[in-house]
Structure formats: C-alpha cells, structure tokens
C-alpha cells in the first residue's frame, strides 16, 4: 500500500526535481511524453493530476539520492533544457 505522501501534485513533483511546472507538464504530453497516464500519474475527477513518486523514481537510478540524466558533454535529451551535469536530489522520506 502506498503512502499518502507518495502522490504528489505537479507544483510538488516540480519542485522535488529542481524542475519548473512547465517542464514537468510538458513531459506529460506530446510523442515524446516521458511521464505517461496511468503509469506515473493520474487525472482522477474533481482532484488535481497525482504522481506516484515510486514510478518516477524508477525511471531513474535510485540508490538514496534522485540523479536526473542528462545525455554526453551535457547535450540535451528530447523535451530537456541544457544541463551542465547531473544534479543529485536527496529523497526525504
């Protein structure tokens, strides 16, 4: 059973990932969506989008601290803003 605390807002998801609103929306739509419907988030009726922060830390390595990939010599991955390195978020539990 999940954790109340393991679903979080948009304004929350962003502001755990270093990432401003609309980046974490624009990676919840399009072709190249990295955040997909029923996998890391929801739209339930009358209640805000919620991610399930345990899918989204799947998609990335996770060993205590949250490391956000960024491509080779800090190119950009699709739908991703120029990133000099990785930057590494501890998870407060």
């Known amino acids: 059973m999940n954790a109340p605390d393991d679903y979080l807002t948009i304004e929350q998801l962003a502001a ?5 609103e609309k980046t ?3 990676k919840m739509s399009g072709p190249d969506a990295v955040f997909k419907r029923g996998v890391h988030f929801d739209s339930p009726a009358g209640l805000p989008t919620l991610f399930r922060w345990s ?9 205590g601290e949250l490391t956000v990939p960024t491509s080779a010599a800090g190119a ?12 590494r978020l501890t998870v407060n539990d």
């Open 16 to 20: 755990r990932l270093g990432w401003s």
């Open 24 to 26: 974490v929306r624009n």
């Open 55 to 63: 899918a989204v830390l799947t998609m990335y390595r996770f060993d």
């Open 76 to 87: 950009r991955l699709p739908g991703q803003k120029r990133i000099r390195e990785n930057r």
